[in-house]
């Protein structure tokens, strides 16, 4: 039986391990972090459990294929509720919940701007378009050649998917109001990059959000980690953990061993790198076989990274929803501070995730557990504890105004996490939390490779390749390297 060994336990490690079991192959996963999960990892703390990283469920559908490759469900590691409202948007103005159902948000969008539902039909019908076609034909292609995308559908649809159109166009020509505006940019400015260099293919997020609904696992994000981390084990896979890789050895131009900062040596037919894809190339290999130069990587646009709190209350917030986006502040503005001119961002956009008000199991009684989110720019240096607690204050201001109750007083936990904790804990290139932003000039090929061109038998997954950043792309992405790597040994 061949041997693969796969470096790190995240998302997209957790399903390259799985598929990987399935296809036959002796895994090993080994994880440099005592648990699994990666940036999804879980934090338990004075009866509070906090989620890390990720806290939104979109794509569900993605989810329930996955554990469907096993012969499993969802259902069978955890239950699914849908949110109504999907979340709460605070304007400078005034806040708007928006709706799980469709004809109750075209009711929002015609009171914001006459005509605006009937353009919100025309808007979704592309969005469906490009959610069926994208992420059927194009996200599941692993980005090895342009010959994979001779396909009759995406040749038709090549205009429909309007690669070549920016959101903020696409958007534009539906809408006009600033607010109906925003909300459809959200997505990919808090994802991936400024609406204005995402290409309009990307509105399926939009169908995603609106029409696939906004859902959550009960007892937190991690119910998708140990689901995954199940089905991965009962496949045959086995996980090291407390263990990091520290260098690639190579023998023929192939990866033959891997050791760890513990000593153990690790012999392997093939590894998959499922850590941060710039830290194996630049720290694990020997230069000699690194595909991609210093230049290449610092020319990359990255998606943000975060500053994020894990807060802890002794009292119930009312009134408070599970999600809630603050958009009372300038959109462009903060949108420069990360991708144009980077810098601390001087008037932050967040988002508030309080699990507590549809989970009673992730807070002691009365208590109210809170995660906030300021999207920041890669690379910020001088994240020290007076600037963590300066944009604290900040947000926390605002969330006291906008919802009219005192806060600070029943403050009984506070952790904070931003750039230098991702370098230290995931070696994650320049701190990004997400990966690499979502533009034409990286997307699919264009894509650092799945596959190494130096080293035959090393392949890549996650956040830094095909198909992109987000959870459900991960998963995605573990099944493509999964295919890969089954293929190239066939041949």
């Known amino acids: 039986m061949k041997k693969a060994v796969i470096i790190g336990s995240g998302f997209a490690g957790l399903s390259a391990a799985a598929f990987m079991a399935k296809a036959g192959w002796d895994v090993t996963v080994l994880e440099k972090h005592d648990t699994p999960g990666g940036r999804a990892r879980q934090m338990l703390v004075d009866g509070f459990m906090f989620d890390r990283g990720p806290s939104w469920y979109w794509m569900p559908d993605v989810f329930e294929r996955f554990f469907n490759c096993f012969g499993k469900k969802v259902s069978d590691y955890y239950a699914l509720d849908r949110l109504d409202p999907s979340y709460r948007v605070y304007w400078p103005d005034a806040a708007m919940d928006i709706p799980a159902d469709y004809a109750a948000l075209k009711d929002i969008f015609e009171k914001t701007e006459t005509g605006a539902a009937a353009k919100l039909d025309l808007f979704m019908k592309e969005a469906a378009y490009k959610y069926a076609v994208g992420m059927f034909k194009l996200v599941h292609k692993p980005g090895q050649s342009l010959t994979e995308f001779l396909d009759v559908d995406l040749i038709k649809g090549v205009f429909k998917l309007d690669v070549f159109t920016s959101m903020k166009q696409h958007i534009a020509k539906y809408f006009t109001h600033p607010k109906l505006q925003q909300l459809l940019e959200f997505p990919v400015l808090f994802l991936g990059a400024l609406a204005q260099d995402t290409p309009a293919l990307y509105s399926l997020m939009n169908y995603a959000d609106i029409k696939l609904g906004t859902w959550y696992p009960k007892g937190g994000m991690y119910k998708i980690v140990e689901g995954m981390f199940a089905v991965a084990k009962e496949q045959g896979a086995q996980f090291i953990f407390n263990e990091e890789v520290s260098e690639i050895i190579i023998e023929n131009k192939l990866a033959r061993k891997l050791v760890t900062r513990s000593g153990n040596i690790y012999e392997a037919d093939v590894v998959i790198g499922a850590a941060d894809y710039h ?108 600037i963590r607690d300066q944009y604290f204050e900040k947000i926390l201001s605002r969330f006291e105004s906008k919802t009219g109750q005192s806060v600070r007083d029943a403050i009984i936990y506070k952790k904070s996490y931003s750039v230098s904790d991702f370098i230290n804990d995931y070696h994650s290139f320049k701190g990004n939390a997400y990966g690499l932003a979502n533009t034409l000039s990286q997307t699919a090929v264009l894509k650092p490779g799945i596959r190494s061109k130096k080293v035959k038998n090393l392949f890549y997954t996650g956040q830094l390749t095909v198909p992109g950043p987000g959870v459900p792309p991960s998963l995605i992405s573990g099944e493509l390297v999964s295919k890969q790597v089954v293929k190239y040994f066939n041949n």
Not at 287 to 303: G, H
Not at 313 to 334: C, P, W
Not at 350 to 356: D, R, V
Not at 374 to 382: D, E, F, N, R, S
């Open 279 to 386: 830290f194996i190339e630049t720290a694990l290999l020997p230069a000699e076989y690194r595909t991609y130069s210093d230049q290449y990587w610092n020319n990359r646009v990255m998606a943000p990274s975060c500053l994020l709190y894990y807060v802890g209350l002794n009292k119930k917030i009312e009134g408070l929803q599970h999600h809630s986006l603050f958009f009372d502040t300038s959109f462009d503005v903060h949108g420069k501070e990360i991708y144009k001119d980077p810098q601390w961002p001087s008037d932050p956009l967040f988002y508030l995730g309080a699990p507590s008000v549809s989970d009673k199991t992730v807070a002691p009684p009365g208590c109210e557990n809170l995660f906030f989110l300021i999207p920041v720019a890669t690379g910020l240096l001088g994240d020290t504890e007076l």
